[in-house]
Nanobody, 126 residues
């Protein structure tokens, strides 16, 4: 069983910064990609940023130049550094991990699974 635990959300003024963290634990063999998504009230969940195990990154146009995603493969942890925050960044932020986990019923004792964290609220307001 695998868990993703997020932390770092909160209330911040426009122009401020926050850093979100996501730690994966459990029966993990390897993590292919980790990403951050967000969902504002009445909106669909959208990709904010993603990073592969090799360090390649991808960002939504709305956050390019302001947000930075990073990860530590040895610690199965990813971070999202958010600078110059705007009110439109207000949302629940979710961590996602595309991984191979140990699974007795899988091929060679492993299977590929997609996991989500519980979400952390980020509110940008004066």
């Amino acid at each position: 069983q695998v868990q993703l635990v997020e932390s770092g959300g909160g209330l911040v003024q426009p122009g401020g910064s926050l850093t979100l963290s996501c730690a994966a634990s459990g029966s993990i063999f390897s993590i292919n990609a980790m990403g951050w998504y967000r969902q504002a009230p009445g909106q669909q969940r959208e990709l904010v940023a993603a990073i592969t195990s090799g360090g390649s990154t991808n960002y939504a146009d709305s956050v390019k130049g302001r947000f930075t995603i990073s990860r530590d493969n040895a610690k199965n942890t990813a971070w999202l550094q958010m600078n110059s925050l705007k009110p439109e960044d207000t949302a629940v932020y979710y961590c996602n991990a595309d991984m191979e986990e140990y699974y007795s019923g899988g091929v060679r004792g492993k299977r590929r699974q997609d996991y989500w964290g519980q979400g952390t609220q980020v509110t940008v307001s004066s």
